[in-house]
C-alpha cells in the first residue's frame, strides 16, 4: 500500500497491482461501490483485466421461516443492490453468485 495515500480498502489494494495483471476482485457492491468504481479505472488505467465476485447476501439467506415483512425488506435490498450493480457494471465486469454457484459459475464467466 502506498505510504501517505488517503486511499482505503480495493483502491489501495489497485496502487499495489503490476500492469498487465488479472485481477479477480471479491467484494460486497453495496459497502462502497465508489471504492470499486475508483479501483477498476486505476486498473484499466495500468492496463490489468478486472472482475468483480459479488457474493450477493440476498442470496445466502435461508428462504424457510421468512416473513412478509423480512421478504419485503430483502426485495428491497435485492432492488437496491441491483442499481448499484448496474452503475458499477459500466466500469467493471461483476460476476454476482450465490451459495450454489460459487465455484461452477464463477469458472464459466472466467
Known amino acids: 500500500m502506498k505510504r501517505g495515500s488517503s486511499a482505503s480498502g480495493p483502491l489501495k489494494a489497485a496502487m499495489e497491482v503490476k500492469s498487465g495483471a488479472y485481477v479477480i476482485m471479491v467484494d460486497d457492491l453495496g459497502l462502497h461501490p465508489r471504492e470499486i468504481i475508483k479501483a477498476a479505472r486505476m486498473l484499466e488505467r495500468k492496463g490489468s483485466k478486472a472482475v468483480l465476485l ?39 465486469k461483476v460476476i454476482e453468485v450465490g ?12
Open 54 to 92: 459479488y457474493l450477493n447476501p440476498v442470496f445466502f439467506v435461508s428462504k424457510e421461516g421468512l416473513t412478509e415483512r423480512e421478504l419485503e425488506t430483502l426485495y428491497r435490498g435485492y432492488r437496491e443492490r441491483k442499481e448499484v450493480m448496474r452503475k458499477v457494471r459500466g466500469w467493471i
Open 99 to 110: 451459495p450454489r454457484d460459487v465455484l461452477p459459475r464463477v469458472v464459466g464467466r472466467l
